[in-house]
């Protein structure tokens, strides 16, 4: 027996749900779209701001005691521990291979390469891009922006450049930090619970990493305090409500800026293997 035909109510009701769906997924479309053309026309203009006066360099300096400084904390401790778990579990899984004999080599070009510069902006990210998200944003809800804007002075140079340039100049700087306090970490280990001695470790070290290596990892440091920074400050400058909405705000940059500093990881590290 062939099924009843549908009825037209049902089909209408079918169809009006696939409407529905498609007007969601367009307006969310629309909306990705849109922030990401935003994002992209503030960093433009914060980039050119970064070469025209005026010019805000004691702001620049208290960001960059802010973000930097105050960061070498978190992302030290991150590097060190993170150091001394990869020789544990190099040592461990290649035991059978001589797996002593690696633990320099290994931990030294993970931590160069890969795991210093993504974990320092990892953490930058949580930390800083999250506090200029909500520093900015309470400025809009409290409408210090638009006080800015009346006196003839550009937020994008007044608040949005010396941040940017302060998390571009110390990303790089805490990323080497963290490297050195990841590789003494691995070092630590290797002495103490290995049995190995300084000089191997370190022999290993000198003989396998390269300055390819180490400009690498600095290089997309670089590119991820580029991305934290436009992110956070991006969205401070869009918070439109009360302190709700700042809240908001403040996840929305640490989840935005976690997703895109693993993605551009990817690209970047093709990009730098085939330089």
């Not at 980039?47 to 973000?67: A, H, K, N, S």
């Not at 520093?135 to 809800?141: A, H």
């Amino acid at each position: 027996m062939t099924p009843p035909p549908e009825s037209a109510t049902a089909i209408f009701y079918r169809n009006i749900r696939w409407l529905k769906f498609v007007d969601r997924f367009g307006r969310k479309g629309q909306s990705i779209v849109e922030y990401v053309g935003g994002l992209a026309q503030m960093t433009g203009q914060a980039i050119r701001g970064c070469f025209t006066r005026p010019f805000y360099p004691g702001e620049l300096v208290w960001q960059m005691d802010e973000i930097g400084v105050k960061s070498v904390s978190i992302t030290g401790i991150t590097a060190l521990f993170t150091g001394m778990v990869l020789a544990i579990q190099t040592a461990y899984s290649l035991a059978a291979f001589g797996g002593k004999f690696f633990i320099g080599r290994v931990v030294s070009l993970s931590l160069v390469r890969e795991l210093g510069p993504v974990l320092t902006a990892l953490m930058v990210g949580g930390r800083v891009g999250s506090g200029i998200t909500a520093e900015l944003g309470s400025m809009t809800v409290t409408e210090q922006v638009d006080a800015l804007r009346s006196m003839a002075i550009s937020p994008i140079r007044r608040l949005v450049v010396p941040r940017l340039l302060a998390t571009v100049i110390m990303m790089p700087i805490l990323t080497a930090l963290a490297d050195m306090l990841g590789i003494l970490g691995g070092l630590f280990i290797a002495v103490v619970e290995l049995q190995m001695t300084a000089q191997d470790f370190l022999g290993s070290v000198w003989q396998y990493l390269k300055i390819s290596d180490i400009t690498s990892g600095l290089g997309k440091s670089f590119f991820f305090g580029l991305e934290i920074a436009a992110i956070g400050c991006y969205n401070g400058l869009r918070v439109q409500g009360g302190a709700a909405a700042v809240g908001h705000a403040t996840t929305h940059t640490v989840v935005v800026a976690s997703i895109c500093v693993l993605i551009s990881d990817f690209f970047l590290t093709k990009l730098f293997l085939a330089l």
